[in-house]
């Protein structure tokens, strides 16, 4: 179905985002990450295939389901075929801010009124309650606090949507990990670095920037172990509809990207790594206006959580793009 090139471009994660080092890292200590420059449901299946990992047993396919307003989630005809392809089951946690994803009820309207009941609908991991589990780094959080749904998943496809982040900085498979896979209170107690573990207050008004960066790595790193100890979990990224502004905005900021394509890759490190290259090195053109998503990114200090989950050991920031054809 596809030929996958040899490796067109090599990239070695660096301090700066925007600046490619010139020094070669060995092959071996490189990840691969999988590109194409593609945007369909061809190409979802394609670059998935191309890691070479099938997902095993109940397979939890974990997607933001977009605030009710927002444009810009992965729609059901895009990944609807992906879905069908890996056998799996849409995952999602209901939200932690004032919105219309925050109950379980208001959740499900939203996930209807996105059509995702058109592809089998949503698991919404903690509409019956949450679980911990084991963190490897302790700096911040203690533990992770999940949805309950979660144990009866094998294996994880992280289908991250790459965009900016309001808080964050930059949203891709870390914080699809981590905010994502974490119940409403397990989302408050990560974006309080493990001061506040009950949804309530100004919980959302985040005094420790790099904490709470550092408790999303903390808590991907978690959701990673969970599953590298049952049957595996396989990341992948769709660059599109790349606004400054999470999935959660209800009224985000206007695109000023043109789609790019999808990547893929077992250490979500070096994807996230990647993606954030791609976006840093790119030259600007017309409709294509790389410049506020650095300035989203550069302010919140968002290639932070990246940097912070190499540190802890979750992946490398050393990477290789290898293309694929479809």
Not at 92 to 101: D, I, P, Q, S, V
Not at 138 to 156: E, P
Not at 281 to 293: C, I, R, W
Request: with cysteine; net charge negative; glycine share 10%.
């Amino acid at each position: 179905m596809m030929l996958v090139a040899a490796a067109l471009l090599t990239m070695v994660g660096c301090k700066q985002a925007n600046v490619e080092s010139d020094v070669t890292t060995p092959a071996e200590d490189q990840a691969v990450v999988y590109r194409i420059q593609e945007v369909s449901p061809e190409a979802l299946v394609a670059i998935y295939d191309a890691l070479g990992v099938k997902a095993d047993g109940k397979v939890a396919v974990k997607i933001s389901t977009g605030e009710a307003g927002n444009p810009n989630y992965l729609k059901p005809e895009l990944i609807g075929q992906f879905v069908n392809h890996v056998g799996g089951q849409l995952v999602e946690c209901n939200t932690a801010y004032a919105g219309k994803r925050t109950s379980n009820d208001e959740h499900r309207a939203v996930i209807e009124q996105h059509g995702f009941n058109t592809i089998g609908g949503v698991d919404l991991m903690d509409a019956e309650g949450e679980m911990q589990i084991p963190v490897v780094d302790t700096t911040h959080i203690k533990y992770d606090i999940v949805g309950s749904h979660l144990a009866n998943y094998d294996f994880m496809v992280n289908l991250a949507h790459f965009k900016g982040h309001p808080m964050g900085g930059l949203g891709g498979a870390l914080k699809n990990a981590s905010i994502g896979v974490a119940s409403s209170n397990g989302k408050a107690y990560i974006h309080t670095a493990g001061r506040q573990q009950v949804v309530e207050g100004l919980w959302n008004n985040v005094d420790d920037q790099d904490g709470f960066l550092e408790s999303m790595a903390s808590a991907a790193q978690a959701v990673h172990n969970f599953f590298t100890a049952r049957k595996g979990i396989v990341y992948i990224a769709v660059m599109n509809n790349m606004s400054v502004d999470c999935d959660c905005a209800a009224t985000p900021s206007e695109v000023k990207l043109k789609d790019y394509g999808i990547l893929s890759s077992t250490d979500p490190v070096a994807l996230d790594q990647a993606c954030a290259d791609i976006i840093f090195n790119m030259q600007p053109s017309e409709g294509n206006d790389n410049a506020p998503m650095i300035e989203r990114i550069n302010s919140r200090h968002g290639m932070h959580t990246i940097e912070h989950a190499a540190s802890i050991g979750l992946g490398t920031r050393n990477y290789r793009i290898v293309d694929v054809v479809r």
